[in-house]
């Protein structure tokens, strides 16, 4: 399989250093303790945290492709504080303690992050700038400033979340009709490629097994099986995110939502002059249907929007610069930065993320049976997969802790609906998001529009 494959999934992939080198396959029938399946943030993590406590643990993991094909290595780059689903937990009195607790752990995961890569030699341009969201129009402000009042009703200070006026959000970044907005410093800027492949790499320097080219496809308790081999251990975990609908009885559990992302030609400093994000915050509007944008390590501009689901659950991997989409995103990109306007985009990217039909993120562990499962990041795993793969590996240690008894723990999310509800519904929905959007960058309220878009989806 040649090695240029692996250039192109991403911007990310496409600028390291040295080209991705595929792993040999799994063949034949091996022995291990523990095998994961998928080779992206979550199965990494959790390897590298069980490897940490148990440097005699065998550890075996297997993925499709290469390690980080995945969203792993196509993401924004954000390595944030969000998790998927927290504001239900927070409102809900019964939960709330549980969730504050999950909230703080989310916090001390992007410094986990940044920790973890930094002892283990990885150098993935992490950078913990922050993150700013603007408000560009009144309601869009109002609906910000509504949930910034809602954190810092939960007991969150300022030193969490910080509301910041026109004047002040433009000293950090000069976003077009930007009334205001929040910034929080829990969040960091990275690399993806660079993370998940020094991941990979690390793993195997300390003795972990890492298969690539090997798709999975049948997990049962004890067994994981490859098109030219197996794996019998007693623990079998799965994490495979967007791509669990590829796997037998999966194609329900997890919707693939795709994102889809630019890169612009390195930036002169008289350009960063103007539009500002010194010490590379992260970036993004409070419009629904989401933009996120960062700073990169080489003063390129990468910016993303989302929203993509094709039918039966479709996962694609590569697409064609002339793909519309894109020609939205860098539309979206010029609203908040108009000045950008002459400059070249380089790249042009987008992959599959996986989203739960309640949006909450869960992890599995059957302890009798040793099969576990983690996913449902719905576009917010940079820094919840670190968290994942630490408590995964507290639970496969058959330990408790305070991890261990987060709400995502056992959580439950019913199936998406058949075709072609699924894809009605997600049309739909998005459509909706895209509305509401649009009336409300004219000043009004969305009403109906956004309404609807609430009830089904979420940030």
């Avoid at 200070?157 to 950090?172: M, P, S, V």
Wanted: hydrophobic fraction near 40%.
């Amino acid at each position: 399989m040649s090695a240029d494959r692996f250039r192109s999934p991403s911007f990310w992939f496409s600028t390291l250093e040295n080209p991705v080198q595929p792993r040999a396959p799994l063949e034949g029938d091996i022995q291990f303790d523990v095998a994961i399946v998928g080779a992206g943030y979550t199965g990494l993590w959790t390897a590298y945290y069980l490897n940490q406590r148990e440097p005699g643990c065998r550890i075996a993991v297997v993925e499709a492709e290469v390690a980080g094909f995945g969203a792993s290595g196509r993401n924004g780059g954000w390595c944030a504080y969000y998790f998927s689903g927290i504001e239900s937990l927070l409102a809900d009195p019964n939960q709330r303690e549980r969730a504050l607790a999950l909230q703080r752990a989310m916090f001390d995961a992007v410094d986990e992050v940044g920790r973890a890569s930094s002892a283990s030699g990885i150098d993935c341009d992490y950078a913990k700038g922050g993150v700013l969201i603007a408000g560009t129009s009144r309601p869009e402000l109002e609906r910000l400033r509504a949930g910034y009042d809602e954190m810092r009703g939960y007991g969150f200070a300022e030193q969490d979340f910080r509301w910041l006026d026109a004047n002040a959000f433009a000293e950090r970044a000069r976003i077009h009709g930007a009334l205001g907005g929040t910034y929080s410093p829990h969040c960091a800027a990275i690399q993806p490629a660079k993370l998940a492949q020094g991941l990979a790499a690390f793993l195997e320097s300390r003795g972990v097994a890492v298969f690539e080219q090997s798709p999975v496809r049948a997990i049962a308790k004890g067994l994981l099986t490859t098109d030219r081999g197996s794996i019998r251990a007693d623990n079998v975990l799965r994490c495979t995110e967007g791509y669990s609908c590829r796997l037998p009885g999966l194609k329900r559990a997890i919707l693939p939502l795709h994102s889809m992302m630019i890169a612009t030609e390195p930036l002169p400093d008289s350009t960063w002059r103007e539009i500002g994000l010194q010490g590379r915050p992260t970036f993004a509007d409070h419009r629904r249907t989401v933009t996120y944008g960062q700073r990169t390590g080489d003063d390129r501009l990468a910016f993303g929007t989302r929203g993509l689901y094709y039918y039966g659950s479709g996962i694609r991997d590569y697409f064609e610069p002339s793909d519309p989409a894109f020609a939205h995103t860098r539309a979206t990109l010029l609203e908040l930065f108009p000045s950008l306007s002459d400059v070249e985009i380089t790249h042009c990217w987008g992959g599959a993320l996986g989203v739960t039909r309640d949006w909450m993120p869960f992890i599995h562990f059957d302890p009798h049976s040793g099969l576990g499962a983690v996913g449902g990041y719905a576009g917010n795993g940079v820094a919840a997969t670190n968290l994942a793969g630490r408590t995964l590996a507290e639970l496969v240690l058959r330990e408790t802790t305070e991890r261990t008894r987060f709400a995502w723990v056992g959580h439950p999310s019913r199936q998406w609906e058949p075709e072609p509800l699924r894809w009605l519904g997600s049309q739909g929905v998005r459509r909706m998001g895209e509305w509401a959007d649009a009336v409300e960058q004219k000043g009004r309220h969305a009403g109906m529009f956004g309404s609807i878009f609430d009830a089904f989806a979420s940030h």
